[in-house]
């Protein structure tokens, strides 16, 4: 059997040298429970208990990926939507390099999840710098317990985390492991000028990528995004679930086109489909396999919008001259995305790290290059 010892010092090895000893200094099983959940055979969530497995339990503590600890935010209906994890330890240590910490700065996280961050944290600040917030209240006293056990008492609130927690501003940083699509003002708010807000931000039609913001002293804030970085949305952001099915019904009418746009254009890159995705709220998308095979390179992606109950097939076969298009409800998703395509190729094709955000007590706006020039 491999010890914790062993497979820390491994774990260790794989994020980037400057961050080898904070990773070495906090043991992560410790704030693993022991019962996490992996994909099963029939590629639903599967329990992995630590009394059955216990190299395989260890094994998962120390591998470089995400460790899923709960499900449906624990309310045991069996749907299987991972609500919070332990995150990937080489995602965990980009965003505190991002975060720029040093010994005596103050510390907001916002999703304690399992308090594994907010040891890293408080092994870096100091425990007494660190607050840590969390919506789910079991999941809270699980992190404090941990927290305690392992050494690093770091304050444990209960709650929404997007609302901050204005009892411990101002901070130097908050730092967000769970994603929005849009950031509360009272980030901004609460951290002092010259701090940074650290958060990992996406839209419906895009997993995300880390933005880095500045607080500047009228409570504005603004910064770029930079990093791929796919997490869960904060609970009152995530955009409503529901399976193609629910949502393409056969009474629906439709408009019928075709296109030459492969879907792979606007959505097969990263940073494409994160600009679409600004220019696009609230859209999802879902691709469906023929046979639900991968291999048959014959599939459908479905455009939804969930809110106005609009959708578009768009249908896929190799050789096809061009690709049928149907188009249901109020909002032209197809039209929608491929213009925001094309304004985005219009651009001339940036880099997500050339777009940044500016937050402001009346709303958001999207820019490229400089804060001067916005684009959303
Ligand atoms: C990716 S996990 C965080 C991982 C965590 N930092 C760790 O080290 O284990 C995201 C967490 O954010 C929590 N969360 C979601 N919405 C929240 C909110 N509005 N306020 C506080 N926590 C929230 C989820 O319950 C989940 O535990």
Known sequence: MT???HLRSRLAGEVPPAWRDTFLAVPRHMFIPDTIWIRGDDNRPAPLRRADAPQAWLEACYADAPVAVQLDDGDGSGRGYVSSTAS????????????????????????????????????????????????????????????????????????????????????????????????????????????????????????????????????TASGRFGGDTAFMWTRAQRTP???????????????????????????????????????????????????????TQRYTVYLMDPTTGSWTSWRITPQAPAYRVCQHGPRRLFDELAAAYEWWRDLGRPAHDRFGLTVTASGQRLWMDDPANTVG
């Open 3 to 5: 010890d914790a010892r």
């Open 88 to 219: 990937m330890p080489r995602v965990v240590a980009m965003m505190l390099e991002a975060a720029d910490l040093a010994p005596g700065l103050r510390v907001l996280e916002v999703g304690t999840g399992t308090g594994y961050n907010a040891a890293l944290l408080a092994s870096l600040v100091g425990t007494r710098n660190v607050t840590t917030i969390e919506i789910d209240a079991g999941l809270a006293e699980r992190a404090r317990i941990a927290l305690r056990r392992a050494g690093w008492p770091v304050e444990t609130i209960t709650g929404d985390g997007e609302e901050g927690h204005p009892a411990g501003a101002p901070y130097d940083r908050i730092l967000a492991t769970a994603a929005v699509q849009t950031v509360p003002h009272a980030w901004v708010e609460q951290t002092r000028p010259g701090g940074l807000v650290v958060t990992p931000f996406g839209t419906a039609f895009h997993s995300g990528a880390l933005l880095h913001l500045l607080v500047h002293d009228d409570a």
């Open 241 to 295: 679930h529901g399976v193609v099915e629910d949502r393409v019904l056969p009474e629906h009418d439709y408009a019928e086109t075709t296109t030459d746009l492969h879907p792979y254009e606007p959505m097969g890159d990263f940073d494409a489909s994160f600009a679409i995705g600004v220019r696009v709220p609230g859209m999802k998308s879902t691709l469906v396999y023929d046979d639900d095979d991968p291999g």
